[in-house]
């Protein structure tokens, strides 16, 4: 059961652009919402993340924008890099649950210099 | 200081085999989780321990199991294995298992397990 929905599967960028990978969740009990960038033989690494009561929240080029009424969240990479090529996963923790993290089925992004 | 770090990196195993999968947290982190990311898809909890204790449970058969020691350190095992256990098992640390919104995860660079 995917409880939370990643788009696209697949992005290619030109340097400089922006990239924007998109997110959907049902649940409502889900109260926190990082991004997780994995490059080729690591592990993800957590990128940034955001609660519910915050619109959008900003870290360097990276920045994600929350619309809680459309349990929609987003991933805006900023002046992209080739660096930034990596698959990018979205995630949710629930307020009851726990420890785990539901994680989205990745954005393979490629940013092409 | 090391990160996680999960031994072996690549494993290989036939269907029915059983596997032992090894993990060392950060040092200073009490809490160990397992995840397992079939390729093109994103991690699936599979186990939290903290402090020996299993603390959650994803869905995952009895065929997989886990145990904590005394140094913080952690063992997945799965037994019976099918093809469909192919795949990156991921461990992630952090320093008191609590919610991933209080504390980080630091996750390692997993280990390939192939089944044929």
């Known amino acids: 059961q995917q409880q939370v929905k990643q788009s696209p599967q697949s992005l290619i960028v030109q340097k400089g652009g922006i990239s924007i990978i998109n997110c959907a969740y049902e649940?409502?009990?889900?109260?926190?919402f990082p991004w997780y960038q994995q490059f080729p033989g690591k592990g993800p690494a957590l990128l940034i993340a955001?609660?519910?009561?915050?619109s959008e929240k900003k870290e360097g080029r990276f920045t994600i924008s929350f619309n809680k009424s459309a349990k929609q969240f987003s991933l805006h990479i900023m002046d992209s890099q080739p660096g930034d090529s990596a698959t990018y996963f979205c995630?949710?923790?629930?307020?009851?649950?726990?420890?785990?993290?539901?994680f989205g089925s990745g954005t393979r992004l490629l940013v092409r210099p | 200081d090391a990160g996680v770090t999960q031994s072996p990196t690549h494993l290989i195993k036939t269907r029915g085999q059983h596997v032992t999968l090894r993990c060392s947290p950060i040092?200073?982190?009490?809490?160990v989780s397992w995840y397992q990311q079939v390729l093109g898809q994103g991690p699936q909890f599979i186990f939290q321990?903290?402090?020996?204790?299993?603390?959650g449970r994803g869905n995952f058969p009895d065929r997989f199991s886990a145990r904590q020691f005394p140094n913080y350190s952690s063992e997945l095992n799965v037994n019976a294995l099918l093809l469909g256990d192919s795949a990156l098992y991921l461990c992630?640390?952090?320093?008191?298992?609590?919610?991933?919104?209080?504390?980080?995860?630091?996750f390692g660079s997993g280990t390939q397990l192939s089944v044929l």
């Open positions: 321990y903290y402090e020996k204790e299993e603390r």
């Open positions: 992630a640390s952090s320093r008191k298992g609590q919610r991933p919104s209080n504390e980080k995860l630091f």
């Open positions: 649940n409502t009990a889900f109260d926190y």
């Open positions: 995630a949710a923790s629930r307020v009851d649950s726990s420890y785990k993290l539901i």
């Open positions: 040092s200073g982190h009490k809490s």
């Open positions: 955001i609660r519910p009561d915050v």
